[in-house]
């Protein structure tokens, strides 16, 4: 893959490519991940802003750690993907939840994105001062497993949720 990728944090100036890539996603009828592009997207300034609050630990929810988002865009301000990067990380998700959840939409998956998405999130990750991140993905997401594995994920103990489905966990460097 040649083609130029970055991540940005949101902004109001892509609200056009977000809702695409918000409405593509919800025709799909898949599950959204990573959890903030659940976030109704109307009115887009106080989506934007509840973002911008996660990050900077402004009204989180009790038992919530600040989180980063980032947008992966290509030369062409497509938004491609969008990853979550969590600060810290509380009992619950150490053992399911992780540093990075990360998500492509669905027209631009089996392209690479995802290893590159992963990639630059682990230099985010990085800069936050997390210098070994813990990535999760289900143990049925071979595609998610694939680009964990890419970006040198080192395999820990998997995790069994309460109703039977396994987690596999990940350690990554950058």
Request: a negative charge; aromatic letters at 10%; glycine letters at 8%.
């Amino acid at each position: 893959m040649n083609e130029e990728l970055y991540l940005v944090k949101p902004t109001v100036k892509l609200e056009k490519e977000y809702l695409s890539f918000y409405n593509e996603w919800l025709e799909s009828g898949e599950k959204m991940v990573p959890w903030v592009i659940q976030k109704d997207p109307a009115p887009f300034g106080e989506m934007v802003q509840y973002l911008i609050d996660q990050e900077n630990g402004v009204k989180l929810r009790e038992g919530w750690v600040p989180t980063s988002t980032y947008w992966l865009l290509n030369s062409e301000n497509r938004i491609l993907g969008v990853v979550n990067i969590r600060h810290d990380l509380t009992e619950l998700l150490r053992n399911n939840g992780g540093h990075i959840g990360y998500g492509i939409r669905p027209s631009e998956r089996r392209k690479g994105y995802a290893s590159k998405l992963l990639a630059l999130s682990l230099e985010k990750a990085k800069g936050l001062g997390i210098n070994e991140a813990l990535v999760v993905c289900d143990e049925w997401n071979t595609a998610s497993f694939k680009t964990i594995l890419n970006n040198g994920g080192n395999a820990d103990e998997d995790y069994i949720e309460e109703d039977g489905n396994v987690l596999k966990r990940f350690w990554l460097k950058k």
